[in-house]
Each structure stands twice: as C-alpha cells, then as structure tokens.
C-alpha cells in the first residue's frame, strides 16, 4: 500500500513537470514575458486537480497542502525557457510526456474521488477533468479554441482509462496492476491517435 | 411542500435539458467532435447550478449528489445531434425552451439560496448566477464574447423575475402561485424583448 | 489593532471601486449594455477575492459575508458610465488608482491567508492571485489575450510587495509600517514600470 502511494505520488509529480513544460511552451508561442510563462505553467499543471479538489470539497486544496508541487512545476517551467533559446523542443517526446502526464492525472483523479464519491460515472468524469481541465484553461487564457475541443481522442483517451481502471477493481488483480493498465489504456488511445491521426465524427451544424 | 419541491425537480431536469440543447446546437456551429458536444453540453447546464453550489459551499455539487442530472444532460445533447443530422434546428421553439430554462434556473437558484441567505440582494444576485453562467462558459469556452453581454434583457430578466420573486413572499400567496408568477416575468422579459427586440442602453466608450 | 483592521478595509473598499472602475471603462470599449458593464464591473472587482477565498475554503465569500462590497461596486460602475458620457477618463489618475487597487488588494490578500496559512510561498500566490484575477477574468470575458500576461510588471509587482511585506513581519516594525512599505513597493513597481516601460524579458518560441 505504502509502495502504492509512494508510486501514485512521484507520477503525479512527474505529471505537473509535464503539464507545466507544454504550458510554458504554449506561453512561448504567444510570447508572453517570464511571469507571463511562469503563470501559464502552474495554471496548466494544478488546473485540473483544483476543479477536482473545489468541486469535491477537499480542502487543503493539494498544492495547498504539499508545496512540493509548486516547486516542481516552477522549476520545470524556467528549465524549459532555458532549454528553448538554445535548442528546438523535442516535440516527439512531448506529446509522449504528454500522453503520459494525461495517463497519471487521469488515474489519480480516479483514486483520489473514489475516496469519497462511489458513483462511478462521477469518479470517471472527475477523472477526466483531473487529466483535462489544466491544459483547457491553458487555452482559454491563450485565447484559443480549447484543444480539448479540438485535439482528438483526448477527453475520449481519459474517459476511457478512467473508465477500464474502475472496471479492473471487480477483477482480483492488485491495484499496482490496475493503475498500470489505466494508465495503459489513455496513453495508448493517445498514441494511437497521434500516429493513425484518429478522431471521433465531427458534428457540423450547417448555419 | 412536496409538491412544490417535485414541480421544481421536474422543471429543473427541464432547464438542465434545454440548456444541454442550447450548448450542443453552439458546439455543432463550432465543428466540434462528439464528445467536445457533449462537452458543452454539459457545461452549459450544469456551470450556473455549479457556480452557485461552490460560491455557497454548498456540497455537494447538485449533480455529484443526483447524477440524474448527467443522464438527462447527456442523453439530451445526443438526441441533438442525431436530430439535426436530418432537420434543421426550431429555432423558434429553441428560443421559447431557452427562456423556459433562464426561468428555471433563476427561480430554483433564488429558492435554492434562501435556504441558506437571508440577504436578498444576494439571493437575487445568486438566482442570475445559475441562470446565465452556464452559457457565459459556453461562450468563453467557444471562443465568443459572451452572449450574456451582448444579448439584450437575459441578465436583466433573471434580475428581475427573482426580484419578483422575492417580494411576493410577502403577499399572502402560495409558494407554488409565486413559483409560476416569478418564472413568467423572466419568461415575458425574455420573450417580449426578442419580438420586439428591447435592449438596454449600450455604453459606448470613444478610444 | 482595531485601526489596523479599519484601515484595511476602508483601502479594500476603495479597491474595489478601483476595480469597478476599470472593469466598467473596459466593457464600454467593447460596447456592452448598462448591465454587461456592470457585470464586468462587479467580477473585475471580486474575482480576485472570490478565487482566494474559494482556494482557502473560507466562507462565506467576503462579498457574501458583507454586501456593502456590492454596493460600492455598483455605485462605482454607474458613476463611471455617467462620467464617461461628458468627458474622457483621466487615463493618468486610473493609473494611479489601479496600482493602488492592486496594492491593496495583494496586501490584504497576504494578511487573510496569514490566518489559515503559514506556508510563506502559498501566502505570495494567493497575495497575487487576489490582486490580479479579477482583471484576468475581465479579459477573458471580453476575449483578450489577459492583461497580466502582457502588461509588463503587473503580478511581479505583487509577488514583490507580498514578499516584501511578509519579510517585514520578521522585523520589530508596526504592522501598519508594515502594511504601507508593501503597499509602497507595489505602487513603486507599477509605477516605474510604466515610467520608464520597465518589463521582465519576454520568452518567444520560434514555430
């Protein structure tokens, strides 16, 4: 059990450094100063499991409660502006960074509402947001259309996930394995997506 | 007293279906997939109740405790979809729900806040909050200048059926006959200022 | 101590105003109706608060606890609308004002979460985020790119006036002394910046 936590607590670690570089890389585009990529990191990194946490009345609030996090995302989010004035992003490993940080925050959402919700189609979407609120603010600060809405199978690969997690706990397996393969399921669908460019119908209302 | 709180169950699962139409038929002139619809959907139907349910800390979240709420929306922005593969949206009858649901939505907020405030301004302040701040993210997330601020007597008639409302309490009549009258001015306001498109003075600053 | 407390919130009622303020001169350069610019008035002048107390779990809301906030908002929102139909706003005095409001309102931001919080960093955030989430969402809803992320030592002036004040604390200085030399270096900062068009180097990636 300790070795569980202690897994679930150094993922959701390595999920804000990712959140946080894609927002700094978002804010780079837009040209924003310092702070400006400070904030859009943070905001990208905690957006999600803050919706989580308010909507869930689950105070302290965890970057709150662990400032750990703050420091984590504050760090990634400067190393990123260094690494970019000198080298091009590896985009390829960022979109797998990401799929991996919607992997992580996707699973905790779950565990973490499963603590005090039993309903399983609220843990899935609580799950979802976890994964998907932060890089949907990211956006609307940028004043974009939310990629969310945009980018395919993303929500879907979180749904999903969150959905085979809860699922895998009618079976006997451990819980180390569910995690594992909830994880599995989004950062496939996400991979996926991005190699055989997947997408669910477009609904197209003629004006 | 049951009665009352059935009637005012039924009408918000109403409200909460318009809304969820309203926000598929804005997702669809976006082009957006099937799930960002739904997305939407549910944003636009549950962001005012949502809004109210955190500013009060009240919990939990009306749609945590009675997932109904997620059925109907859900079930509502699909119908959408699959209804307008074939036929054009009724605008008319759309824009007759919509102010169905504002009524809706402002009456069951301001009786939802009375259990809690006694202040009325607040109660009325509470009571435009859940009508109108599901389609100010509809609007924010789809990129627009939010309807609400443009779209003339929409803030103004929830202002005013809650206030409405409010005082009626102190007639002698019944809770239901307060219910209906409250509902009819925002109903009116709305209907009377897009026949005859009323509007407030716009403000207009020279740069 | 009563004076200290008296004079907090005699300046954040006067922040709020500010705040009103120039949330109301922002709608009407987007051209909304009396109330749209009132709505943009009240959420310039209480998202910040709002988002803290929300973040902190302290309820009621400041705004729900005491609505005299309310009513200085909306006073000051008309009276910008009455004012502006005759002559121009004095850009200069808004200015000044501004940085004031923000000083405020990041000062006594630093002081509230001092009650719940000891972390000195959580203390600066939620500092800053009183100070600027207001504006921030008052350009989010009328579809800018947020003023914070481009107006040049806005959120570092109250990262820096929280700290500053914070590191006060330590000192065997009043906390009125205190108060006014965090407030003053806000003030200082905003103010030089846009005396001199100070700002922190901008990070731009190449696409």
């Known amino acids: 059990m300790l070795d569980e936590i202690r897994l679930l607590y ?10 946080a570089i894609s927002g700094a ?12 990529v400070v904030i859009i990191a943070v905001v990208t990194a905690i957006g999600g499991g803050t919706t989580r946490d308010l909507l869930l009345d689950r105070h302290p609030i965890f970057w709150i ?6 420091s984590v995302i504050i760090v990634s989010a400067l190393a990123t502006i260094w690494y970019t004035r000198h080298k091009a992003p590896p985009e390829k490993a960022l979109l797998l960074a990401d ?10 959402g779950a565990q973490i509402t499963q603590e005090v919700i039993s309903n399983g189609v609220i843990i899935v979407i609580m799950a979802a947001i976890t994964g998907t609120v932060g890089g949907l603010i990211r956006d609307v600060l940028s004043n974009d259309i939310p990629m969310i809405m945009r ?3 993303y929500a879907t690969a979180a749904l999903a996930g969150a959905t085979v997690y809860l699922l895998l706990q009618f079976t006997g397996l451990s819980s180390v394995t569910n995690i594992i393969i909830g994880m599995g399921v989004v950062i496939g669908l996400r991979l996926a997506a991005i190699q055989w460019e997947l997408h669910l119908p477009r609904f197209r209302l003629e004006e």
Do not use: E, M, N, Q
């Open 10 to 19: 150094l993922l959701d670690l390595f999920g804000v450094s990712v959140f």
């Open 25 to 36: 890389l978002a804010a780079g585009r837009k040209s924003l100063d310092l702070l400006g």
């Open 65 to 70: 409660a662990d400032p750990t996090y703050l």
């Open 99 to 108: 799929a991996l940080g919607l992997a992580v925050f996707t699973i905790t």
């Open 151 to 153: 980018r395919d199978i």
